[in-house]
């Protein structure tokens, strides 16, 4: 049942005509609100400000590279999709689009749960506060270690990902003298990036148990004859940057076929589906995500006509937002070092980062934009590539974009959209220190996460 191809999608973006990309914009110092946090705006010197701080002050006090964290935009975000869920349904956000102890209170303060996939990000979650029976541990290979700390902190559920791991999870829990909360993640058959999807009758990737062939029902049939699980519900994920409710559509009309089999063969009707996440969200002007309402209500239509037609008691519905609620919140600030005209090719501006703080365009040909912010700009537009500092050909941070003509070093440079994966993903390639997370919110900046230093890189190195 291929409903189409996915031209668009990260994995495929090869399909793409090489030096695809939009006319200039009309005005190179406008900032389109799709792309940028909400407080994000230029001030009368022509300076952008977040959170009412300005991008020069912020370089000063801060350095660049950085990544720059609208709190009031991440809170916004947040509640907007713990109510558009209401109080029947759950949102957990993803930590490892990014996991911060700030960012942990906000959510637990905003009402949201959390995913961990990690003993590093359990740690991070509860060092912060986060409730327990509020986290949700995925992963296709925890170690026993992992299982046994997140037994025994208590949390929410485990969501189980192998044959193997259902008898591991059972056997710590019983060894604890506990009864663990689980689901079951089944892959059912559907693989959806961008604007489109591809429904398949099998999966071929490490992730979850397939519904084809029975697996999956096999495996609820195993987790609810052991004693230490206590099956909550079925889980699905189908993929990542999706803006068609469609592959959602057709990956909960099969859980919920599961449900059905379930019910029909054990009596049980498990409580609750997680349909995971993967929500879009604007990198460029050219996307055009949803709202977490429309979202919402779309996904709670869907489940609720697919338990009616199975004649289900309709479950209670979770979701796992990650970029949809980091990723528009925050941008890299970085500082032009150098600008290159190669005769009849192209423009090359390098800054002061690049793949080891935003390795999205190296690993998956992600488009991004960027915008002059330290000054505004009369000069006509130049096509430009923005690269970063790192010796590999490779280390693109946009790949083509616009921006004024009369660039040169010194000038502030800013990438929407990196609030998720970016940080998260950022590496020490070429021992290049990690950039800090710096919180801006009404008038004032602070250090989430502090810049590496090279006596944290020499800390590790023990000679
Ligand atoms: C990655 C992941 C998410 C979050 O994906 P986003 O694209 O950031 O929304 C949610 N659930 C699971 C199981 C994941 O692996």
Request: hydrophobic share 40%; aromatic share 6%; with cysteine.
């Amino acid at each position: 049942m291929s409903r189409s191809a996915h031209p668009a999608g990260p994995r495929h973006a090869d399909v793409l005509p090489e030096g695809h990309y939009s006319a200039p914009p009309t005005d190179l110092n406008s900032l389109d609100p799709k792309v940028w946090s909400q407080t994000v705006e230029r001030n009368a010197d022509g300076v952008v400000t977040v959170g009412g701080v300005d991008v020069k002050a912020l370089a000063e006090e801060f350095g660049t590279p950085a990544y720059v964290l609208d709190e009031a935009d991440f809170r916004a975000r947040a509640r907007a999709w713990r109510t558009a869920f209401g109080a029947d349904a759950d949102v957990f956000y993803a930590g490892k689009a990014f996991l911060s102890r700030a960012v942990v209170r906000w959510l637990h303060e905003e009402g949201l749960n959390l995913d961990v996939c990690s003993g590093g990000e359990l740690a991070t979650a509860l060092s912060a506060g986060m409730p327990a029976e509020r986290i949700a541990f995925h992963g296709n290979n925890k170690s026993p270690e992992e299982i046994e700390r997140a037994v025994r902190a208590g949390v929410g559920r485990i969501v189980l990902d192998s044959f193997q791991e259902i008898v591991r999870v059972a056997h710590i829990a019983r060894s604890l003298g506990k009864r663990q909360p689980v689901q079951i993640r089944v892959t059912v058959g559907v693989e959806a990036h961008t604007h489109e999807f591809i429904a398949t009758a099998h999966e071929d990737q490490k992730f979850g148990i397939p519904l084809a062939g029975g697996q999956a029902a096999e495996a609820v049939r195993r987790a609810l004859q052991l004693d230490g699980l206590d099956v909550i519900g079925i889980h699905s994920h189908i993929g990542s940057q999706i803006f068609d409710m469609s592959g959602f559509e057709v990956a909960a009309q099969r859980v919920v076929g599961l449900l059905k089999d379930v019910r029909d063969e054990h009596g049980v009707e498990l409580p609750e589906i997680d349909l995971g996440g993967g929500l879009g969200i604007a990198y460029t002007s050219d996307d055009d995500p949803r709202e977490p309402h429309e979202i919402a209500k779309a996904l709670h239509e869907i489940v609720t006509r697919a338990c009616e037609a199975a004649r289900l008691r309709t479950p209670r519905i979770s979701v796992e937002p990650g970029r949809a609620i980091v990723g528009p919140t925050a941008f890299t600030l970085y500082e032009v070092g150098t600008t290159k005209q190669l005769e009849g090719l192209r423009t090359y501006v390098s800054v002061d980062g690049g793949m080891s703080d935003n390795i999205r365009t190296a690993l998956y040909d992600a488009e991004y934009s960027v915008a002059l912010v330290s000054r505004t700009s009369d000069a006509g537009p130049m096509l430009a590539r923005v690269v970063g500092k790192h010796c590999e050909s490779g280390d693109i941070v946009v790949k083509d974009a616009f921006l004024p003509a009369d660039l040169a070093p010194g000038d502030l440079l800013a990438v929407p959209a990196t609030g998720a994966y970016c940080r998260s993903m950022a590496s020490n390639y070429n021992h290049v220190l990690r950039p800090p997370v710096v919180a801006v919110r009404d008038g004032e900046a602070r250090v989430v996460v502090r810049r590496e230093t090279e006596e944290d890189l020499l800390r590790l190195d023990v000679g």
